[in-house]
């Protein structure tokens, strides 16, 4: 350095200097979340559609919901919800003054969808808990080698998985844009969309959960102007009726899975609940076209 000259600091140093919060931030009034952080969780005086809300994970994300405050819409191709499960949620419900309903109907079905989305938010505005909430938890598995995978199995696979995740939401939407309310959109995914699993042969199944991953990118894209956000949740392995009843078949399948799990065991449908509130609730405000994968790590050891 020639003499007489003054050492300019570098970009690094500058930022290290700045260490404080501008005196005005515009933005913090702009933020649903900027309120206090037990409400960031809350979902009073909303009403949420949940497809597959029947059994299984959907009807544990249901009970989320009601925890959280908010009142529950359940949609799915069964003829009556899991009984025991059912009766405890309706329980919960009575006891947190919101209600909880069931709906049969078939995802792939849009005019039987777009009749059922009317009715859940004609029935969330006579309580006056709009319907800003979806959950779309509906879908499939099956396990086939995919050089003996039937078309005819595949395209089904894709119709309910991919095509009913978006019939479902594409029917909320166009609700919530009429009615110009803000909401949140959950597609569940899954971590099949961005890996190749252990020890299954699901090649269609993966196909899907990657396709939804990608719709939400997209819906988002579309939907923001509307204040509507999308995002997916990707769970790992569940525990559930289907993978006992597989892993029962398949022994040697669960000492693969459990390699990869790095916290010692698979998921449970609990393990999906906070995630679920947190992406359906004001706390998430500033998340969209995102995915929030939950499975104990086996994405990052795959």
Known sequence: MSPGATERPNTFQRIQSDTTLPAVIPESSQ?????PLTQLFGLTNQTVAITGGGRGLGLSLASAVVEAGGHVACLDILTAPEDTEWQRIQKLAKQSHVTVTYTRVDITDEESMVHVMEDVASTGREKQAPLNGVIACAGIQQKVSALDYPI??????????????????????????REKTPGSIVMVASMSGNIANRGLTCSAYNTSK?????????????????????????PGYIRTAMTDELLAAEPEIEKLWMAGALLGRLGAPEDFKAGTVFLLGRGSSWMTGADLRIDGGHTASA
């Not at 933020?31 to 309120?35: D, E, Q, S």
């Not at 988002?220 to 102007?225: C, H, N, V």
């Open 31 to 35: 933020t649903a979340a900027n309120a």
């Open 210 to 234: 990657a396709a939804v991953q990608q719709m939400a990118r997209s819906l988002a894209q579309e939907w923001g102007q509307y204040g509507i956000r999308i995002n997916t949740l990707s």
């Open 152 to 177: 005819a199995d595949f395209e089904r696979m894709l119709r309910v998985n991919t095509v009913g995740t978006f019939v479902t939401v594409k029917t909320a939407a166009r609700i919530m844009v």
